[in-house]
């Protein structure tokens, strides 16, 4: 096994292979780029070593070298199925912990992958050419040739839409890939998403642990993942599972991937191979709650030379996973990215938590949206359900929206429960429930944390009523508030003895009516209150509800998000509908569209094309008529 172990990648999967390198016995190494300096992966590696980017492979193999590290862990995204990097490794003596380059090329080539999967025997999904695509039955899906993630791909629903949405899928695939390559297959609109794990070691071994559902999905990328699959019967999962494992072994595959399918919402039976991913997926963890096994310990001993230990009849699925991703978007603007500094952050208990934020962490643009992954493991399905909902509701994230609550309501809903999910089922369900509580019951809480904000501006701690001490210990306070004509609210701010020690800001209080109670916390940014309850985060903005009624009523439009202008398809004077695009913006690899708020005339444009922008900058302004 290996004395020292180089991680090139940052977050929460970067602390996580940390963890099972420490675990072993194993010295780890990580590498930072100029804004991750603090950051908590670098506070827990062995050793650090700068590099000026995490996409720099002279910078990351020159780290290798000067640690003496014997192999690298690319982790996912980044460097990770690039088979410069795994070439690299090799010129210069280090492992890397993946596939070799020729398999890694091979699959991240979609185009080259779907012809090797074919001729390994699995069902494929029709493809077109574009003259083909003009006739073809719609609607189609187009895709980057070069990458996946749901970056450069685009759902075309009728042939009016197709020369546009291959425009617009080349420029993503571009920018995210540096390869504008595309192609067009049938779309399945009611599909399930489907992956197989396996693991391959360098003695001829393959072998699969059984499928991942991840079917819900928002911009083709997913949301929530569990082990197994309601759709998957002992029959298909070992169907599956050859099918994997023959694809791995055509492709001379060694060490961990995942194979991807779609399959038919009625019929399960009716799949397709999408794609192969040759790294570690981000869903890992439900696999290694059911079968048992670290994933990372198992792609360390295959990189070492080692046999797997186990075969294929030794591998059994044990109760049910589930794994949340929350990201810093706000699900109620079609999952924008959004941005902040977290001013607090509680982790759930009873649930395992792979995360990289902490209290101060700047949520940016710069990086994946990805904050923390939330995964539960239960007896049964239902179980499973109902620890993850309650794992979300002690989960709290103040300072940036997140998607927490959002995924609280999908998880209650009737599909879920039921299991009868698919990739489109997060587009089709009305609005979910997400909206601050009753009103009195916001106000309240408002009320709460702005006044306990004035009272500790004061220079004498003895004036104060938030239940100060000397030597600093906190008492706990009640409060008896009368709101309106409802009766009066019983408020409870939490003392000393209360605080979570894995909070990392302790503002909490409790708010009582008719007998129940809900527990908050607050966090205090300038003119802003953020407040938070069972998983629910609020900003509170300190203004008048004359501006308020402004901001929702003008036709101004600034950027939601950092980025670059990449295209103004309008011009000063235009007549413009609601909805019709106004400027499109580039941010994390990905184009977002802000369109016009109202009928009328395009009477500002403030940006051209190549400007970067900040948040909230001003980008247009429509006069309704």
Not at 486 to 500: F, K, S, T, W
Request: aromatic share 4%; hydrophobic share 40%.
């Amino acid at each position: 096994m290996f004395e020292r172990v180089l991680v090139a990648n940052r977050g929460e999967i970067a602390r996580r292979v940390i963890r099972t390198l420490d675990r072993l016995g194993i010295g780890s190494v990580a590498v930072y780029a100029p804004s991750d300096r603090r950051a908590p992966h670098v506070r827990e590696a062995g050793e650090a070593v700068p590099v000026s980017s995490y996409l720099e492979i002279d910078d990351i193999i020159t780290a290798c070298t000067r640690t003496g590290a014997q192999a690298l862990h690319p982790g996912y995204g980044f460097l990770s199925e690039n088979p410069a990097l795994a070439r690299a490794c090799a010129a210069a003596g280090v492992v890397f912990v993946g596939p070799p380059p020729e398999a890694s090329e091979l699959m991240g080539d979609k185009l080259r992958a779907k012809a090797a999967a074919e001729k390994a025997g699995l069902p494929v999904v029709p493809s077109f050419t574009e003259s083909e695509a003009r006739t073809a039955a719609y609607p189609l899906l187009v895709k980057a040739a070069a990458g996946g993630g749901g970056r450069g791909m685009r759902v075309i629903a009728s042939p009016d839409e197709l020369d546009a949405g291959l425009q617009s899928a080349r420029r993503e695939a571009s920018a995210g890939f540096g390869d504008d390559r595309v192609f067009i297959e049938r779309f399945l609109p009611r599909a399930r998403h489907i992956e197989v794990q396996v693991l391959a070691d360098a003695h001829g071994t393959v072998l699969h642990l059984g499928e991942r559902e991840c079917s819900l999905q928002r911009r083709h990328q997913k949301l929530i993942e569990e082990s197994p699959s309601t759709a998957v019967d002992g029959e298909l999962r070992a169907r599956l599972g050859e099918e994997a494992v023959a694809l791995a072994r055509a492709a001379g595959y060694v060490n961990a991937g995942t194979v991807e399918f779609i399959t038919d919402l009625d019929d399960s039976a009716e799949h397709y191979f999408l794609e192969m991913n040759a790294r570690l997926q981000v869903e890992h963890p439900v696999t290694e709650l059911v079968t048992g096994l670290d994933l990372v310990e198992q792609q360390l001993l295959i990189a070492a030379g080692e046999r797997l230990g186990f075969e294929q009849h030794e591998v059994s699925l044990s109760g049910h996973a589930i794994e949340a991703r929350i990201n810093a978007e706000d699900a109620a603007r079609d999952f924008l990215p959004t941005v902040g500094r977290v001013l607090a952050y509680r982790r759930p208990s009873r649930a395992r938590v792979d995360d990289a934020i902490e209290n101060s962490a700047e949520i940016g643009t710069g990086y994946d949206s990805l904050l923390a992954k939330v995964i539960v493991h239960g007896p049964d399905r239902a179980t499973a359900l109902d620890e993850l909902d309650r794992a979300l509701a002690q989960t709290s994230i103040l300072g940036v929206i997140t998607t927490t609550g959002f995924l609280r309501s999908l998880i209650a809903t009737r599909e879920m429960r039921s299991g009868r999910i698919d990739t489109g089922l997060i587009g089709r369900l009305p609005p979910l429930p997400g909206g601050p509580p009753e009103d009195r019951v916001a106000l309240a809480a408002a009320l709460i944390s702005l006044s306990l904000l004035d009272e500790s501006r004061d220079d004498d701690p003895f004036a104060r009523v938030d239940g100060w001490r000397l030597g600093g210990r906190r008492a706990g306070s009640w409060w008896r508030l009368g709101v309106g004509s409802g009766e009066p609210l019983e408020i409870r701010m939490n003392g000393a003895a209360d605080h979570d020690p894995e909070r990392t800001g302790p503002n909490t209080f409790a708010i009582t009516i008719a007998g129940e109670r809900s527990e908050w916390s607050y966090a205090v940014q300038g003119d802003v209150t953020w407040l938070g309850s069972q998983g629910w985060a609020w900003p509170v903005r300190h203004g008048s509800a004359e501006e308020s009624q402004q901001a929702a009523t003008d036709g101004d439009l600034r950027a939601p998000m950092p980025g670059q202008v990449l295209l103004v398809p309008t011009s000063i004077g235009a007549q413009v509908s609601a909805g019709d695009p106004l400027v499109v913006l580039e941010s994390m690899k990905m184009e977002l569209v802000i369109a016009a708020p109202v009928d009328g005339l395009v009477a500002e444009l403030s940006v051209a094309v190549g400007d970067k922008v900040t948040v909230d900058q001003p980008l247009a302004r429509v006069e309704a008529q």
